[in-house]
Structures are given as structure tokens and as C-alpha cells.
């Protein structure tokens, strides 16, 4: 069971590790006929022609796994949505086989000075792949209910 976080739980320092998700080549396909149509995201000769050298997934593709991956965590189980994200980076490519994990640290934690129910928490998230190289950052700005409010405790 995903444990559930609130707003109140975090502090600077944090750190949160998914579990691992492995990529298929079907869902590397699927995703890039749907949403990112390049060449090299869904056709295999053509991407075996590519600077790539084979087929690799869309990195909106790769955000969206590892948004999927920190849900996972329960760091998002009280989430009430998201300003954005910065400083989204994508260093290697992720080729069918590979095996990704998000790890969280929290860096910031700001209580809403307008909205006592709520806060913001401010995550520098790196997704990994099974060799433990980064293959991309983002910076994510997450708005959370408060526990105290909600839950009286």
C-alpha cells in the first residue's frame, strides 16, 4: 500500500525513490503514434538510421513515466495540481529494455500564505535508468493539502 503524504510531512533534504518501471519497445511505438510521432520513437529501421543508432522513447514519454513513477512514491497522493515544471533536461536516451526509477529530494516547503489548507513543495527529480545514469532532471512545483486542516491533527 502507497503510503499517503501531506504537505506537512515534508521537509528540505527529503529524499524518495519509486520503484522500477521497465520500457517496452510496444509502449516506446504506442506512445510515440499517439503523441510524438518522429521517426525514431516508432519506426525501427528509420531510427536505426538515426544519430540514436536505434529506436529510443519520446521524452514526453519519459515525463510522463516519471510523473508516473513519483505517484507511485505517495509523495503526490494530496497533490492539488502544479504551477509547472523548470529546468526539464534530458541527458540519454531511453531505449526499449531499460529499467526507470525516479528518485525526489525535496527542496523547498512553503505553506500558502493566502490558503492555510495547502502548500507548495518543490522537488529536484532525477529518473534513473538500470545503470544508475541519469537519463533526465526536471524541477517540479507540486501544490499539497495540508493535514493539519484537513484532518485536524
Not at 520503484?19 to 503514434?33: K, V
Not at 537519463?135 to 517540479?140: G, P, R, S, Y
Amino acid at each position: 500500500m502507497i503510503k499517503s503524504f501531506y504537505f506537512d510531512d515534508f521537509q528540505p533534504g527529503d529524499l524518495f525513490e519509486s520503484p522500477g518501471l521497465t520500457m517496452t519497445e510496444s509502449a516506446i511505438i504506442d506512445f510515440a503514434m499517439h503523441f510524438d510521432s518522429q521517426p525514431f520513437h516508432m519506426d525501427l529501421e528509420a531510427a536505426k538510421k538515426s544519430l540514436y543508432g536505434g529506436l529510443i522513447a519520446s521524452g514526453i514519454h519519459t515525463v510522463a513515466v516519471t510523473f508516473r513513477l513519483l505517484l507511485m512514491t505517495g509523495v503526490l497522493t494530496n497533490n492539488l495540481g502544479s504551477p509547472g515544471f523548470d529546468e526539464l533536461r534530458w541527458l540519454r536516451p531511453v531505449r526499449p529494455g531499460d529499467t526507470l526509477r525516479a528518485v525526489a529530494e525535496v527542496i523547498d516547503v512553503r505553506p500558502s500564505a493566502s490558503r492555510p489548507d495547502r502548500g507548495t513543495v518543490r522537488l529536484r527529480c532525477a529518473t534513473l535508468n538500470q545503470r544508475d545514469e541519469t537519463v533526465q532532471t526536471v524541477l517540479c512545483t507540486q501544490l499539497l493539502k495540508r493535514r493539519i486542516l484537513e484532518t485536524g491533527l
